[in-house]
């Protein structure tokens, strides 16, 4: 019944940017923290970004801290990770994800608190 659909991944060179959707269907955002999640082969998942379900709070991890905002269409049941100065090492496979959590909480640490996972969506960043 929960669904959450990652879209707008691609190819792109180093300084580019892409924006980045997830799309939920099965619950309101106004009740569920979103995180931004991506992992590279080999590598263990790391926490990109998060939204509260207020829309109030917001957290980047330290690698994306100034090159990528997390934002909300709640009309469309959609958030957006808009990813600018792109680098090699934002390369690999993102997903979002759902919680329940406080209004005013989410994290980008903890994925064990997300419950609903994407099926995720290819960033890749290569000159």
């Known amino acids: 019944q929960v669904q959450l659909v990652e879209s707008g991944g691609g190819l792109v060179q180093p300084g580019d940017s892409l924006r980045l959707s997830c799309v939920v269907s099965g619950f309101t955002l106004d009740y569920y923290a979103i995180g931004w999640f991506r992992q590279a082969p080999g590598k263990e998942r790391e926490g990109v970004s998060c939204?509260?379900?207020?829309?109030?709070?917001?957290q980047y991890g330290d690698a994306v801290k100034g090159r990528f905002t997390i934002f909300r269409d709640s009309a469309k049941n959609t958030v957006y990770l808009q990813m600018n100065s792109l680098e090699p090492g934002d390369t690999g496979i993102y997903y979002c994800?759902?919680?329940?959590?406080?209004?005013?909480?989410?994290?980008?640490?903890?994925?064990?608190?997300?419950?609903?996972w994407g099926q995720g969506t290819q960033v890749t960043v290569s000159s």
């Open positions: 994800a759902a919680a329940r959590l406080r209004a005013d909480f989410c994290t980008y640490v903890a994925d064990t608190v997300y419950d609903y």
């Open positions: 939204i509260s379900a207020s829309g109030g709070s917001k």
